[in-house]
């Protein structure tokens, strides 16, 4: 049985997206620091129109490399 590459992945495989609010509150810094992380590159966002959402595996990873460097 071979997968087709063109269908979307499957609604449990797609990571919860967060707001750059809820971002802050859960790191505690400001919601403009957050933004100068996704503008900075350090933390990889999607936007769709004029929101921004980011993925908890990103968050996860930019707390890591903090937390270790």
Avoid: H
Wanted: charged share 25%.
């Amino acid at each position: 049985m071979s997968t087709n590459s063109n269908q979307p992945p499957s609604p449990s495989k797609i990571p919860k997206l967060l707001t750059v609010k809820q971002v802050s509150d859960i790191t505690n810094f400001s919601v403009r620091e957050v933004r100068r992380w996704i503008a900075d590159s350090q933390l990889p966002a999607c936007k769709f129109g004029r929101a921004l959402r980011v993925s908890e595996p990103d968050l996860a990873m930019l707390i890591a490399k903090k937390k270790y460097s």
